[in-house]
Nanobody
Framework: QVQLVESGGGLVQAGGSLRLSCAAS????????MGWFRQVPGEEREFVAT????????YSAHSVKGRFTISRDNNKNTMYLQMNSLKPEDTAVYYC????????????????????WGQGTQVTVSS
């Protein structure tokens, strides 16, 4: 079992930056593909970015490509989302998620494939 805790959210002006962190408990963090999702009230949770267990493969949603960077430090059991050039439409609760895989280059942009979720952290971008 994996427990996930997000941090780093907050209020920022448009054009600013934030870095989100997702700390994972348990062992064998590198056996988990990880992802970031976000959700606005009344809407479905949407994919933001994903990273493979070994950290070598990443994939981002078109809406954040070139602005957001996903990374992980397996020695610290932590995943990150560096968010630059933030826009008001990036305002949402951001969730991290983990999916176990024996293939360390596996990743997923599908919400349904993830087994574990954090509690979320609010990101608010003012115009």
């Amino acid at each position: 079992q994996v427990q996930l805790v997000e941090s780093g959210g907050g209020l920022v002006q448009a054009g600013g930056s934030l870095r989100l962190s997702c700390a994972a408990s348990g062992r064998a963090f590198s056996n988990y593909a990880m992802g970031w999702f976000r959700q606005v009230p009344g809407e479905e949770r949407e994919f933001v970015a994903t990273i493979s267990g070994n950290g070598l493969r990443t994939y981002s949603a078109h809406s954040v490509k070139g602005r957001f960077t996903i990374s992980r430090d397996n020695n610290k059991n932590t995943m990150y989302l560096q968010m630059n050039s933030l826009k008001p439409e990036d305002t949402a609760v951001y969730y991290c998620a983990a999916e176990y895989s024996r293939h360390n280059e596996y990743y997923s942009n599908s919400r349904a494939s993830y087994d574990y979720w954090g509690q979320g952290t609010q990101v608010t971008v003012s115009s």
